[in-house]
């Protein structure tokens, strides 16, 4: 590359990168902002990953604090995914079907309702309601219901996993708002929703669902894939650390 062509570049990475606002405060739809960020970077031949894509005031800590709890969803999550893979506890994998019927519901409604976000904002797509907000609330909502009537922990606790989780789901909310990326009746409206889905996946799970885990585990699939339900067990940590030392002792006693 030439000097040039090494200058038109660190150009154009600078456009892109550091004065991202100077496309957002445009008077133009979103989705041309969109297309225009979209067309730059394929002329530095990358692409923009719209999953992680965040545009935050560069100036301002604030501001990048709260571009990683806009973040929190994702890695929300992961987490949830790990714990499957590793736990394979039923139980996980009917919250996180919560939280994909969520979602559903979060795209059909903004198909239905088509309400523009924000100018400013660089995301293509409609934003009633919040995708953030009603993610985040619906897994609040369902938590806090599962800690009052399924967890064995204390109640110090619970109080302390409850106040973080709301403390988290009213920052993603407000991060959205500050960032431009949505207004405040799409979060709102998000949140709201958000608290009913998480009410009503719980109250399925109470009535139909939990029953049945017992009957889902003895299926063969599950029975392949190490399925498990937990849930009658007082203390899950304290039985497998028992369990595993059962076993240690075995291994030992076949080794003398």
Same mark, same amino acid.
Request: with cysteine; net charge positive.
């Given at each position: 590359?030439?000097?040039?062509?090494?200058?038109?570049?660190?150009?154009?990475?600078?456009?892109?990168?550091?004065?991202?606002?100077?496309?957002?405060?445009?008077?133009?739809?979103?989705?041309?902002? #969109?297309?225009?960020?979209?067309?730059?970077?394929?002329?530095?031949?990358?692409?923009?990953?719209?999953?992680?894509?965040?545009?935050?005031?560069?100036?301002?800590?604030?501001?990048?604090?709260?571009?990683?709890?806009?973040?929190?969803?994702?890695?929300?999550?992961?987490?949830?995914?790990?714990?499957?893979?590793?736990?394979?506890?039923?139980?996980?994998?009917?919250?996180?079907?919560?939280?994909?019927?969520?979602?559903?519901?979060?795209?059909?409604?903004?198909?239905?309702?088509?309400?523009?976000?924000?100018?400013?904002?660089?995301?293509?797509?409609?934003?009633?309601?919040?995708?953030?907000?009603?993610?985040?609330?619906?897994?609040?909502?369902?938590?806090?219901?599962?800690?009052?009537?399924?967890?064995?922990?204390?109640?110090?606790?619970?109080?302390?996993?409850?106040?973080?989780?709301? #403390?988290?789901? #009213?920052?993603?909310?407000?991060?959205?708002?500050?960032?431009?990326?949505?207004?405040?009746?799409?979060?709102?409206?998000?949140?709201?929703?958000?608290?009913?889905?998480?009410?009503?996946?719980?109250?399925?799970?109470?009535?139909?669902?939990?029953?049945?885990?017992?009957?889902?585990?003895?299926?063969?699939?599950?029975?392949?894939?190490?399925?498990?339900?937990?849930?009658?067990?007082?203390?899950?940590?304290?039985?497998?650390?028992?369990?595993?030392?059962?076993?240690?002792?075995?291994?030992?006693?076949?080794?003398?």
């Amino acid at each position: 590359m030439d000097q040039e062509a090494r200058q038109a570049f660190l150009i154009c990475h600078r456009i892109l990168y550091l004065n991202m606002r100077t496309i957002s405060s445009l008077s133009i739809s979103s989705r041309l902002r #969109f297309e225009i960020v979209l067309t730059m970077t394929q002329l530095l031949e990358k692409s923009v990953l719209s999953l992680t894509y965040v545009l935050y005031y560069h100036d301002s800590i604030w501001s990048r604090i709260l571009a990683y709890f806009t973040l929190m969803p994702i890695a929300l999550s992961v987490m949830l995914g790990t714990s499957i893979l590793l736990r394979r506890e039923l139980e996980s994998i009917f919250a996180v079907v919560g939280i994909l019927v969520n979602l559903v519901v979060n795209d059909i409604l903004k198909d239905i309702i088509q309400h523009p976000r924000p100018e400013g904002s660089g995301q293509p797509h409609y934003g009633m309601p919040s995708n953030h907000s009603q993610f985040s609330f619906q897994f609040s909502a369902y938590f806090t219901l599962w800690l009052l009537t399924r967890s064995r922990m204390s109640q110090m606790q619970k109080s302390m996993l409850v106040c973080v989780t709301w #403390f988290s789901a #009213f920052m993603i909310g407000y991060s959205r708002i500050h960032l431009g990326e949505h207004t405040e009746a799409q979060v709102w409206v998000g949140g709201i929703l958000g608290c009913i889905m998480g009410w009503l996946w719980h109250v399925f799970g109470q009535v139909v669902a939990r029953p049945y885990f017992g009957v889902i585990e003895d299926w063969p699939l599950a029975r392949f894939f190490y399925l498990r339900d937990s849930g009658p067990i007082d203390d899950v940590m304290r039985f497998e650390y028992e369990n595993h030392r059962k076993a240690r002792a075995a291994r030992l006693k076949l080794k003398n």
